[in-house]
DNA sequence: AAATTGAGCGTACATCTGTGCGCCAATTTA
DNA sequence: TAAATTGGCGCACAGATGTACGCTCAATTT
């Protein structure tokens, strides 16, 4: 069981990762938050963001590392609805707007540190990214016997693909990024079966 | 003929974006910059700078402009290049990987801020990308005979996969921007042959 | 030759930033 | 019950930022 006195210090730390996220928006990303303003959303003095983080760099890595969570999360609920059967493209899409929808600014920080000036954060954005990718190509290697090679530049491409639409449906309304998710169908159609008649080209020599 | 003071002044201009463009690096975007940088590594007071750009705003736009620019010479050198016969998209990616090489920074302002969280920003930059798209569309509309819808669906796919693999080779060693290319070149070759692929699907039916 | 213009400068100011220091009071430990 | 720990606070400071104002003086116009 946790003291009253730890719990306390969850309550104010999850206000200080919660106001942080809050903060973002279209035009706002986290490197133009200030230690300060994290602070006086969470409504504690600048001086006790402290006791919880060393500076803003950790902070964002933990939420970056909160992102990698609903990454997880977000395949795992894909796979679930994938196995009921139906076009396995569609209904990951569907399920990837979806969770960004319903957590956008978690999307918004993955995607802008993603391409960020902080090293650090790019290194952790590119390795929840890379569960995504190896994960994918090792189903495809799979299910559709393609080469290793090719499953993953594939991957790669697929998850291109999605994450650039996520990036711009994120500011958009509902209507478009219908249209914007009927798009991307299409083209990562075009790569599974691009994908395929490269590996079938291959075979027959 | 300009005069000495029209010259001058046009002089300094220069060297304010040519010392934006100089602070700019994997961990330097230019939104991090300030007034009073660029206008020290210009050699001139912060209060001049005004002299020049309304703000650091417009000062930005000026360089997406220029981004664009480079982005349509590189067009032209591609085009020119692929007359001359071979693998197109080979040809198109080895392009630009050369000026990307050459114009780091010019890039860097393009890929950063196209989401960045400056709408304006975010929007000169679509536009000059927009371009690449709609000239590609047509390309593929006229040469594959492919149906409109699926020619803007294929070329955005297309173009996404470029700009992003440039922005993962901005920070990369010589060695590793070649694997990245030949990556690059298969996925492109995906794309393409499944946009095929689904075109002759639905012309037979 | 005289008057006007304008690029560039220095000073100044209000505002914001991160963070060091010492205190308090409540919880935890001994 | 006494002592130690610690989350949170206020104060204070140095540094950086954008920008208003007024000056200078060379180029330009009259």
């Known amino acids: 069981m946790m003291g009253i006195r730890a719990q306390q210090k969850e309550k104010t730390r999850r206000a200080l990762v ?3 996220f809050n903060q973002l928006s279209a035009e706002r990303s986290f490197s133009s938050l200030s230690l300060r303003e994290v602070a006086r959303e969470a409504n504690i003095a ?11 760099n950790e902070l964002g890595l933990t939420m970056v590392d909160e992102g990698g969570l609903t990454l997880r999360q977000m395949m795992r609920k894909g796979r679930q609805r994938a196995e ?10 569907e399920t990837f707007m979806e969770v960004l929808e319903s957590n956008p600014n978690v999307f918004r920080i ?3 540190e993603r391409s960020g000036t902080s090293a650090p954060f790019r290194a ?5 990214i890379e569960h995504f990718i190896s994960e994918l190509a090792h189903y495809t290697e799979a299910t559709a016997r393609r080469s290793p090679e090719l499953a993953r530049a594939q991957a790669e491409a697929l998850v291109t693909l999605v994450f ?10 509902r209507v478009d990024r219908k249209i914007l998710a009927d798009r991307l169908v299409i ?13 079938q080209k291959m075979e027959n020599r």
């Open 124 to 128: 952790a954005v590119a390795r929840e």
């Open 46 to 56: 600048p001086t006790s963001f402290y006791r919880h983080f060393k500076d803003m």
């Open 18 to 20: 919660d106001a942080a």
């Open 187 to 199: 083209q990562l159609r075009m790569v599974a079966k691009g994908a395929e008649c490269l590996q």
């Open 164 to 173: 650039n639409a996520g990036a711009a449906a994120l500011d958009m309304k």
């Open 110 to 112: 993955l995607l802008h």
């Open 84 to 93: 009921a059967g139906g076009s396995v493209i569609r209904i990951s899409v």
